[in-house]
Protein backbone atom coordinates (compact mmCIF):
# COMPACT_ATOMS: atom_id res chain seq x y z
CA UNK A 1 0.00 0.00 0.00
CA UNK A 2 2.97 2.57 0.64
CA UNK A 3 4.09 2.17 -2.84
CA UNK A 4 1.20 2.73 -4.08
CA UNK A 5 0.38 5.68 -2.42
CA UNK A 6 4.07 6.82 -3.47
CA UNK A 7 3.35 5.73 -6.84
CA UNK A 8 0.39 7.82 -7.01
CA UNK A 9 2.18 10.77 -5.39
CA UNK A 10 4.76 10.99 -7.73
CA UNK A 11 2.28 10.66 -10.38
CA UNK A 12 0.35 14.04 -8.84
CA UNK A 13 3.57 16.03 -7.84
CA UNK A 14 5.07 15.14 -11.89
CA UNK A 15 1.51 16.65 -13.20
CA UNK A 16 1.42 19.53 -11.13
CA UNK A 17 5.20 20.42 -12.29
CA UNK A 18 4.44 20.15 -15.57
CA UNK A 19 0.73 21.59 -15.69
CA UNK A 20 2.42 24.82 -13.89
CA UNK A 21 5.51 24.43 -16.53
CA UNK A 22 7.75 24.10 -13.22
CA UNK A 23 9.48 21.54 -16.09
CA UNK A 24 10.52 24.26 -17.80
CA UNK A 25 13.49 26.00 -17.01
CA UNK A 26 12.92 29.17 -19.53
CA UNK A 27 9.66 29.45 -17.66
CA UNK A 28 11.84 28.88 -14.21
CA UNK A 29 14.56 31.37 -15.12
CA UNK A 30 12.04 34.49 -16.23
CA UNK A 31 10.34 33.92 -12.40
CA UNK A 32 13.97 33.79 -11.51
CA UNK A 33 15.30 37.13 -12.86
CA UNK A 34 13.33 40.13 -11.11
CA UNK A 35 15.61 42.18 -12.01
CA UNK A 36 15.16 41.98 -15.67
CA UNK A 37 11.97 40.35 -17.73
CA UNK A 38 10.04 38.95 -14.60
CA UNK A 39 7.43 36.46 -15.15
CA UNK A 40 5.33 36.50 -11.89
CA UNK A 41 3.32 33.70 -12.58
CA UNK A 42 5.11 31.09 -10.47
CA UNK A 43 4.67 33.20 -7.78
CA UNK A 44 0.86 31.60 -7.87
CA UNK A 45 1.77 28.14 -8.05
CA UNK A 46 4.03 28.60 -5.10
CA UNK A 47 1.43 30.03 -3.19
CA UNK A 48 -0.83 27.65 -3.92
CA UNK A 49 1.61 24.64 -3.07
CA UNK A 50 1.85 26.67 1.03
CA UNK A 51 -1.83 26.78 1.23
CA UNK A 52 -2.38 23.29 0.38
CA UNK A 53 1.05 22.29 2.20
CA UNK A 54 0.10 24.56 5.61
CA UNK A 55 -3.37 23.26 5.66
CA UNK A 56 -2.26 19.36 5.26
CA UNK A 57 -0.05 19.46 7.75
CA UNK A 58 -1.85 21.30 10.28
CA UNK A 59 -4.67 18.53 10.11
CA UNK A 60 -1.95 15.47 9.41
CA UNK A 61 0.03 16.36 12.54
CA UNK A 62 -3.07 16.01 14.76
CA UNK A 63 -2.60 12.38 14.18
CA UNK A 64 -0.36 10.28 16.67
CA UNK A 65 0.97 8.89 13.86
CA UNK A 66 0.82 8.29 10.05
CA UNK A 67 -1.89 5.96 8.17
CA UNK A 68 0.77 4.18 6.83
CA UNK A 69 3.97 4.50 8.80
CA UNK A 70 4.88 3.81 12.80
CA UNK A 71 5.86 7.27 13.26
CA UNK A 72 6.60 11.12 11.25
CA UNK A 73 9.70 11.36 10.12
CA UNK A 74 10.36 14.96 10.86
CA UNK A 75 13.78 16.69 11.50
CA UNK A 76 14.34 18.33 14.88
CA UNK A 77 17.01 20.61 13.30
CA UNK A 78 16.39 24.18 14.12
CA UNK A 79 19.84 25.60 14.12
CA UNK A 80 20.39 28.02 11.00
CA UNK A 81 24.56 27.00 10.49
CA UNK A 82 27.34 27.29 8.52
CA UNK A 83 26.76 24.00 6.36
CA UNK A 84 22.96 24.96 5.80
CA UNK A 85 23.86 28.46 4.45
CA UNK A 86 26.35 27.40 2.01
CA UNK A 87 24.56 24.66 0.92
CA UNK A 88 21.52 26.62 0.42
CA UNK A 89 23.69 29.03 -1.37
CA UNK A 90 24.88 26.30 -3.53
CA UNK A 91 21.33 24.93 -4.50
CA UNK A 92 20.11 28.37 -5.11
CA UNK A 93 23.63 29.27 -7.72
CA UNK A 94 22.70 25.30 -9.61
CA UNK A 95 19.06 26.36 -9.75
CA UNK A 96 19.91 29.38 -11.16
CA UNK A 97 21.98 28.48 -13.44
CA UNK A 98 19.77 25.62 -14.84
CA UNK A 99 16.33 26.99 -14.55
CA UNK A 100 15.83 23.20 -12.80
CA UNK A 101 14.95 22.46 -8.92
CA UNK A 102 15.71 18.92 -8.27
CA UNK A 103 12.03 17.76 -8.13
CA UNK A 104 10.95 19.16 -11.76
CA UNK A 105 14.45 18.14 -12.76
CA UNK A 106 13.40 14.62 -12.12
CA UNK A 107 9.89 14.68 -13.81
CA UNK A 108 11.70 16.78 -16.87
CA UNK A 109 13.49 13.41 -17.06
CA UNK A 110 10.04 11.89 -18.66
CA UNK A 111 9.75 14.61 -21.20
CA UNK A 112 13.15 12.96 -22.27
CA UNK A 113 15.33 16.31 -22.06
CA UNK A 114 18.99 15.57 -22.22
CA UNK A 115 19.42 18.80 -19.98
CA UNK A 116 17.48 17.63 -17.37
CA UNK A 117 19.22 13.79 -17.63
CA UNK A 118 22.41 15.58 -17.24
CA UNK A 119 20.73 17.49 -13.89
CA UNK A 120 20.35 15.03 -12.55
CA UNK A 121 23.33 13.34 -12.71
CA UNK A 122 24.99 16.70 -11.55
CA UNK A 123 22.59 16.30 -8.37
CA UNK A 124 23.85 12.77 -7.51
CA UNK A 125 27.39 13.55 -8.41
CA UNK A 126 27.14 16.35 -5.77
CA UNK A 127 25.20 14.19 -2.91
CA UNK A 128 28.11 11.43 -3.97
CA UNK A 129 31.53 13.82 -3.31
CA UNK A 130 29.84 14.96 -0.16
CA UNK A 131 28.96 11.97 1.64
CA UNK A 132 33.12 11.67 0.17
CA UNK A 133 34.05 14.63 1.63
CA UNK A 134 32.91 14.21 4.82
CA UNK A 135 34.21 10.29 5.10
CA UNK A 136 37.38 12.36 4.12
CA UNK A 137 36.80 15.12 6.54
CA UNK A 138 36.22 12.70 9.09
CA UNK A 139 39.30 10.53 8.81
CA UNK A 140 37.14 7.07 7.64
CA UNK A 141 39.11 6.93 4.32
CA UNK A 142 41.97 6.43 5.94
CA UNK A 143 41.12 4.16 8.87
CA UNK A 144 41.91 0.43 8.36
CA UNK A 145 40.17 -1.61 10.29
CA UNK A 146 42.44 -3.70 13.17
CA UNK A 147 42.16 -7.71 13.35
CA UNK A 148 41.37 -8.98 16.52
Known amino acids: MKYLVALTSGVLF?????????????????????????????????????????????????????????????????QIDKPLLIGAAIFGIGWGLSGYCPGPAVAAIGLQTFEAVLMVMGIYSGFFAHKLLLKTASGEGHQRKKST
Do not use: C, N, Y
Open 14 to 78: GFGLSLSRMVDPEKVLGFLDIAGDWDPSLAFVMMGALTVAILSFRIIFQRSRPVLESGFHVSRRT
